[in-house]
């Protein structure tokens, strides 16, 4: 359908060029017909495209705003996990302290250090998940702002073909200009916001799959405050046992 659309508009063009240089003379009072028939065609052209830009625009609005919020989600919960294990860890040196006092022993250089960076540990290391996660949110600020770059660069190469037009000067050479560049409009008209559309849908996919590495972010801190957190537990443990007589 397009293609017949971009022949018909070009046999049209070329019709008025014989009909404006059907005399050996030629007839410049034309030209400019052909010239608005042209620019015409352009201001569809960049309707088509600024309301592409519009869209990508939203699409990439949509898409950094959902990773945000699933990025907060992910956060909240993997600092649940963390102080849930932390509990736990204080249990267990609580279970170590009881088991000193029954024995009447003191294990104060047992805990010197050891409760305190266990209290700690949640803070540390989501504080840690945070700076990654914001890393991964920043590359998905990035990718929409290249997109968005390539899609203003669109944009600016559609407002240059009014300058052309002008460039195409006067007389059978500005017809034959004209014409060239009326076919490309056309065929502008329906490959420049398809261009965009494929651009923009693909750089949301990518945003979208940050949600991997955000979930990365979350369960290797998690990971690590815990096998820290288990650390200091066992030495506690093992300081424990060693005053306590057998």
Request: with cysteine; hydrophobic share 40%.
């Amino acid at each position: 359908m397009v293609g017949k659309a971009v022949l018909v508009f070009g046999v049209a063009i070329f019709a008025v060029f014989a009909q404006v240089y059907s005399f050996e003379t030629g007839n410049n009072d034309d030209v400019p017909i052909v010239r608005n028939d042209a620019e015409k065609i352009l201001k569809k052209l960049k309707a088509a495209v600024d309301k592409a830009m519009e869209q990508a625009q939203k699409a990439l609005d949509d898409a950094e705003k959902k990773i945000q919020e699933k990025a907060a989600a992910i956060e909240s919960s993997a600092e649940a996990d963390m102080q849930t294990n932390e509990k736990t860890q204080e249990n267990a040196v609580a279970q170590q302290k009881q088991k000193a006092t029954d024995a009447d022993v003191s294990i104060d250089d047992c805990l010197t250090g050891n409760e305190d960076k266990l209290v700690n540990l949640p803070a540390v290391y989501t504080q840690e998940m945070v700076t990654c996660t914001n890393a991964k949110i920043s590359d998905g600020v990035s990718y929409a702002q290249d997109a968005l770059n390539k899609v203003q660069n669109i944009v600016n190469e559609v407002e240059n073909i009014k300058q052309e037009i002008k460039d195409c000067g006067h007389g059978l050479k500005a017809v034959k200009c004209i014409a060239k560049l009326a076919v490309k409009i056309e065929k502008d008209i329906t490959s420049l916001p398809t261009k965009i559309e494929t651009d923009i849908a693909a750089t949301v996919v990518m945003i979208a799959q940050l949600e991997q590495k955000v979930n990365s972010c979350a369960s290797d801190n998690v990971s690590k405050s815990k096998s820290e957190g288990d650390a200091v537990v066992a030495a506690v443990t093992t300081c424990v046992a060693g005053k306590i007589p057998a």
